[in-house]
């Protein structure tokens, strides 16, 4: 498989902006896999929209060497190239003294090589000093070209030109002028999430990637071709059940293999949308993502049958699973950044606050309680979020943390019979077998 990693100097470059417009430019030719280096849910939705095919992440301290290799090649076993776009600074992961995390590390397990970003504003003999620092810090790492942004004018790409023809060894395969106005919007740390009624307008982003010549940049991909394992890297099983999942504005925080994982158990997905009043369907597993509920309370509170019927679910001991957003519209109630307070499923006796403490993005460890419903091994997730959620004494965890800051003292996973909330995300590839505790608790 041919593929090339899109990386930067650090976080703001321009990555997933120009990423995104070169997936869009490359897509109306080739059939492109794109994948998103650590844990986040908005970037892929942005290489979905630009390609036409379910962007993935990949993340070596979630997923071992060969699962890595393994989702590559099995997600892009039909299409011409690989785009992976790195996270952050080029070699920032997990600690100081590893690459575990890295995109670096995704570059090496892949074989592909890497296309470095660097925001050139007011640079021209430094951004040659900076490639430079970035190429040899590893030199098991294949830096094979540069895509430089934020060029002001003709006069400062012509000494970019100059200074990195005269120190750097890499080529420069894109050069992008500074834009009068951002091509996209942000909430917290990210893009605006993608609304699922008003699909955003990506062609600004495109724009921007023009000044990308995709023929160097397609040499530079097809330097190399990996060998990778096409093989399906899920537990497959018959076990004829069904898993509604809501999939709108509120609840749209999923790992893509995490419901292809559920499928391969023979497990028939439904979606549905309670922010916009839809009913919850009958089903035997509920599986719950995040989002942004907060910004959505007044609307998911309305929805009587959807908070009435997750409730009777659990208390039924239908297995179900809440992440984060998930995870608030089942406690009893959900404050806004406003300070308006909504009621919500009251599954948990404990009640959710948008406090705006930023808790992440940060990996976390976890080791699974024996009350823990869903999962009894130990567990790499990661977690981001504004909120916080107070609960009563006498709370079951399903959770002790070893990193991470979970709900309170040191616990994450709230436990109501076979319902499970918390603020963790987990990969169904971080573990070998995710969903065998939906299937075992539905007999």
Avoid at 124 to 151: C, H, M, Q, T, Y
Avoid at 294 to 316: M, P, Q, R, V, Y
């Amino acid at each position: 498989m041919k593929g090339v990693v899109i990386a930067g100097t650090g976080s703001g470059v321009g990555k997933t902006s120009i990423t995104t417009g070169i997936l869009s430019r490359l897509s109306k030719e080739y059939k492109v896999q794109a994948f998103k280096a650590g844990p986040d849910f908005i970037d892929p939705m942005y290489h979905t929209l630009a390609s036409g095919r379910a962007s993935r992440n990949i993340d070596s301290f979630m997923m071992d060497d060969d699962t890595i290799r393994n989702i590559v090649g099995y997600a892009s076993k039909d299409a011409d190239l690989c785009i992976v776009e790195g996270v952050r600074g080029l070699y920032e992961g997990f600690s100081a003294d590893s690459d575990i995390g890295s995109t670096a590390r995704l570059a090496k397990v892949l074989g592909f090589p890497v296309v470095l970003t660097v925001d050139v504003r007011s640079l021209n003999r430094s951004a040659a000093a900076i490639v430079n620092g970035f190429a040899a810090f590893d030199p098991e790492l294949d830096i094979k070209g540069l895509i430089l942004n934020n060029i002001s004018g003709r006069q400062h790409e012509d000494k970019l030109d100059e200074v990195i023809g005269r120190y750097c060894e890499q080529e420069i395969v894109g050069k992008i002028r500074k834009m009068r106005e951002r091509p996209t919007k942000e909430r917290y740390l990210g893009l605006i999430t993608p609304d699922a009624k008003d699909v955003p307008d990506i062609s600004l982003l495109t724009e921007m990637a023009e000044g990308v010549d995709l023929d160097r940049l397609m040499q530079v991909a097809e330097s190399s071709d990996s060998e990778l394992p096409q093989e399906c890297p899920y537990v497959r099983r018959d076990s004829g059940l069904t898993a509604a999942v809501p999939m709108d504005d509120s609840f749209c925080f999923y790992y893509r293999e995490n419901i292809e994982c559920l499928e391969a158990s023979g497990v028939s997905v439904r979606t549905f949308a309670p922010t916009d009043g839809e009913p919850l369907p009958d089903a035997d597993i509920y599986y719950i993502g995040g989002g942004y509920p907060e910004l959505h309370a007044e609307e998911i509170s309305s929805n009587s049958d959807f908070l009435e019927g997750i409730k009777n679910a659990s208390e039924e001991g239908r297995p179900i699973l809440g992440e984060c957003g998930g995870m608030l519209s089942m406690c009893g109630s959900l404050k806004d950044a406003g300070g308006r307070e909504f009621k919500m499923a009251g599954i948990f006796d404990a009640n959710a606050e948008m406090t705006g403490i930023r808790h992440g993005p940060a990996y976390v460890m976890a080791k699974a309680m024996p009350e823990n419903p869903l999962f009894g091994s130990d567990v790499r997730a990661h977690e981001y979020h504004y909120s916080d959620v107070f609960s009563e004494q006498g709370c079951t965890f399903g959770y002790k943390l070893l990193r991470g800051s979970g709900i309170s003292g040191g616990m994450d996973g709230f436990v109501s019979n076979n319902t499970l909330g918390t603020y963790m995300h987990q990969h169904a590839l971080s573990s070998a077998d995710w969903a065998s505790g939906f299937i075992s608790k539905c007999g």
